[in-house]
């Protein structure tokens, strides 16, 4: 069965920084764009960050620009969120999320992705 498995969460101070990891098991998506989402209590999920297949490009909501960092490693089926600077508005649950190929998919947009994780919660105090 695909899975997309989410780690790295966790409670952390303001200002501090996690690495979230997603990690394809079941079968590869090393020409799948993969997205991260977050849902807030009682908020609809929102586009996080997004890079396409080869890593070449990159995409981020202007709440993270500066402060989030997504990243890839193809053979180990692994994409990353370095989140650094921290900020209670952050708080959320983490998605990470798999688009198949195509050139004129919006990123941004949760419904180009038809795999999902399960989630990580990210816990940040003031």
């Known amino acids: 069965q695909v899975q997309l498995v989410e780690s790295g969460g966790g409670l952390v101070q303001a200002g501090g920084s996690l690495r979230l990891s997603c990690t394809a098991s079941?079968?590869?998506?090393?020409?799948?764009?993969k997205g991260w989402f977050r849902q807030a209590p009682g908020k609809e999920r929102e586009f996080v960050a997004a890079i396409s297949w080869n890593g070449g490009t990159t995409y981020y909501t202007d709440s993270v620009k500066g402060r989030f960092t997504i990243s890839r490693d193809n053979a180990k089926n692994t994409v990353y969120l370095q989140m650094i600077s921290l900020k209670p508005e952050d708080t959320a649950v983490y998605y990470c999320?798999?688009?198949?190929?195509?050139?004129?998919?919006?990123?941004?947009?949760?419904?180009?992705?038809?795999?999902w994780g399960q989630g990580t919660q990210v816990t940040v105090s003031s």
């Open positions: 079941g079968r590869t998506f090393r020409n799948y764009a």
């Open positions: 999320a798999a688009a198949p190929p195509n050139s004129r998919a919006d990123l941004r947009m949760y419904n180009e992705y038809p795999v």
